[in-house]
C-alpha cells in the first residue's frame, strides 16, 4: 500500500465528517425534546451547541481544500472528499433547523399554550429515525440502505402537509388574540423546518450514492 | 432550473468524445523477445482523430505495444509479433512496405532530439528524402511549424541549428517534423517526460489541436497528463505471475479517472498499487 499519508488524512476527513453528524443528531434530539416540553433552558443549550458544529465544519471544509489542492486525487479519493463535503454542507444545514427549531421553542415557551399536536411528535420522531438511518447509511456507504431512507421522506411530507392545512385552518378561524395568531404561525414554522431536515437527509442520500458510485442521482 | 421562463442551457465542461470510427485495430496482439512473452492478447479500438492514452507501471507493456504500431521493434533481434493491427484496413505486423508505413504512422520521442541541421533542414529532411518538389517542401516546412505551434517563436531563424532552441522547442520541432510528411497516426512516447512544466502545458495543448487532423497515441507515466489531454485511456499492466503486459481496462479518459471498473485500475490510478 503505497500514499499512507493520503490515506490517513482521508481516513481522518472521514472521522471528522462522523464526529460532526453525531453532533448534529444530537442538536436535533435534543431540539426536539425542549419542543415537547416548552423547555426554553434546553432550547438556549441547542442554540449554543451550533457553534462547535459550525467549527467544525469550517475546519473540515479547510482540510478538504488543503488535501484537494496536495494530493490530486483522483476516482474513489476523488469522490470520497467530494461527498465529505458534500455530506458536511447538508449536516450543517440540518443543524441550522435545529437551531430555528429551538428559537421558536422560545418563542412558544412564553405564550400561553396546550399541548403540541400529535403531529409534530410523529413528525419529530421520523425526522431524528431518518437521519439516524441515514448517518448508519453513510457509515456503510451503503447506496442501497441510502434510497430506502430517502424513500421515507413521503411520510414527512405528508404529515408536513396535513399539520400544515390545519393550522391555517385555525389561523382563518379569526377572532384570536395576538398572542394565539403568533403562536400559531410559530408552530407552522416549526413544522416547515421540521419538513426540511427530512430534505436534506434526501441530500444526503443521493451524496451517499455519489459516494459510493460516483453517479450523481436526483431523489425525489 | 430555468431562467426568464425558458431552460437555462446545460454547462458542459467536458463530454465523452463523440463517435469516432476506429483508425487501428489491435486485435489479439501478443509480443515476443526471443522467448519472452511482452505483451499477450491485447485488443484495442484506437479512434480516429482523437487522442489516446496507454498508462501503466514500468515493465506493462504500453512502450512495446507502442512501438508495435509502426513495427519500430523490427530493429529489436529475435523479436516476434502475432496477432493483427489493422490500419485501414492493411495489416501493420505483416506490411512489407516499411517506408510507408512509418511515413503513415509518425513517431515522436521522449527525448527532444533535433538532428544536427538547421531547423529549415530538420522540417525538410523527410520531404527530401522522399523527392518531393522544392516549392512543395517550402510550403510544408510553414505548414508544420505552423502545425507543431512553433513558427511564430523560430520563423526569422529558420537557418539557426535546431540544437540551438529550448528542449521545449526541440520537442515541437520533432512534432513538426513528423507532422511533415502528413502521417496518419502520430505515436508519442513519453514526450514530455524531459520537459519543464510550461513546456509540457504547450505540448499538451498542442496534442488537442493535432488531434483536429491526426490520430494520436500517447505512452506516458504521467497520470494527470492522461487525464488532461486524451480522450481515450487504456490501463496496461504486467501479469504479477507469468510477466507479461496485459490489458487491463479501456475506457473514455473521463470515465477511467471518475469510475474505473476495474479495482487494478482504480488502485493504480489512486497511487495505492504497488
Redesign the interface.
Known amino acids: 500500500m503505497t500514499r499512507e499519508a493520503f490515506t490517513r488524512e482521508l481516513a481522518a476527513l472521514r472521522e471528522s465528517l462522523l464526529r460532526m453528524a453525531g453532533l448534529v443528531e444530537s442538536q436535533i434530539d435534543d431540539a426536539l425534546t425542549a419542543l415537547r416540553q416548552f423547555d426554553r433552558a434546553g432550547a438556549d443549550r441547542v442554540r449554543m451547541s451550533d457553534q462547535s458544529i459550525n467549527e467544525l465544519f469550517r475546519q473540515l471544509r479547510e482540510e478538504i481544500f488543503q488535501v484537494i489542492a496536495t494530493q490530486q486525487p483522483v476516482a474513489r479519493d476523488l469522490r470520497t472528499l467530494m461527498g465529505v463535503q458534500y455530506i458536511a454542507i447538508e449536516l450543517e444545514r440540518m443543524g441550522d433547523y435545529a437551531v430555528r427549531i429551538a428559537r421558536r421553542t422560545s418563542t412558544l415557551a412564553g405564550l400561553p399554550h396546550d399541548q403540541l399536536r400529535p403531529e409534530f411528535g410523529l413528525m419529530g420522531e421520523l425526522a431524528s429515525q431518518q437521519v439516524r438511518d441515514i448517518l448508519d447509511a453513510l457509515i456503510e456507504e451503503n447506496a442501497e440502505r441510502a434510497r430506502e431512507v430517502a424513500a421515507k421522506d413521503d411520510e414527512i411530507d405528508r404529515l408536513y402537509n396535513r399539520l400544515f392545512d390545519s393550522l391555517v385552518d385555525d389561523v382563518g378561524d379569526g377572532a384570536h388574540e395576538p398572542e394565539d395568531a403568533l403562536r400559531l404561525v410559530t408552530l407552522i414554522n416549526v413544522a416547515h423546518n421540521l419538513e426540511r431536515i427530512g430534505d436534506r437527509v434526501v441530500n444526503v442520500a443521493e451524496d451517499i450514492i455519489f459516494l459510493s458510485t460516483g453517479f450523481v442521482v436526483e431523489l425525489d | 432550473m430555468s431562467a426568464g421562463g425558458t431552460e437555462a442551457a446545460p454547462v458542459v465542461l467536458r463530454t465523452l468524445p463523440g463517435a469516432s470510427p476506429t483508425k487501428v485495430s489491435i486485435e489479439r496482439v501478443s509480443f515476443y523477445y526471443g522467448k519472452f512473452r511482452a505483451l499477450k492478447d491485447v485488443s484495442l479500438q484506437v479512434p480516429e482523430k482523437r487522442v489516446t492514452a496507454l498508462i501503466g507501471p514500468s515493465g506493462c507493456g504500453k512502450s512495446t505495444l507502442l512501438r508495435m504500431l509502426n513495427r519500430m521493434y523490427d530493429m529489436v533481434p529475435g523479436s516476434r509479433a502475432e496477432g493483427r493491427i489493422v490500419l485501414d484496413g492493411e495489416d501493420v505486423v505483416t506490411t512489407r512496405n516499411l517506408l510507408e508505413l512509418r511515413q503513415r504512422v509518425g513517431m515522436v520521442f521522449q527525448r527532444p532530439i533535433s538532428f544536427p541541421m538547421s531547423i529549415r533542414d530538420n522540417v525538410a529532411f523527410a520531404p527530401r528524402l522522399l523527392g518531393w518538389k522544392k516549392s512543395d517542401i517550402e510550403e510544408t516546412i510553414e505548414r508544420s511549424l505552423r502545425d507543431a505551434a512553433l513558427w511564430d517563436e523560430v520563423k526569422d531563424r529558420l537557418n539557426l541549428p535546431g540544437a540551438s532552441l529550448s528542449g521545449g522547442q526541440q520537442q515541437r520541432l520533432a512534432i513538426a517534423r513528423c507532422v511533415a510528411v502528413n502521417p496518419e497516426v502520430i505515436l508519442m512516447d513519453e514526450p514530455c517526460s524531459a520537459l519543464d512544466p510550461i513546456a509540457t502545458l504547450k505540448v499538451e495543448d498542442l496534442m488537442g489541436r493535432l488531434s483536429q487532423s491526426y490520430t494520436i497515441v500517447i505512452v506516458t507515466h504521467n ?2 497528463q492522461a ?1 488532461r489531454v486524451a480522450d481515450y485511456t487504456a490501463f496496461m499492466l504486467m501479469h504479477p505471475e507469468h510477466r507479461h503486459g496485459e490489458l487491463v481496462e479501456f475506457a473514455p479518459t473521463v470515465e477511467l ?4 471498473k476495474d479495482k487494478r485500475t ?1 488502485d493504480y ?6
Not at chain 2, 479517472?257 to 474505473?260: G, N, T
Not at chain 2, 490510478?269 to 504497488?274: E, S, V
Request: cysteine-free; overall charge positive; glycine content about 22%.
Open positions: 497520470m494527470q487525464g479517472f471518475q469510475r474505473p482504480e490510478i489512486t497511487g495505492r498499487f504497488g
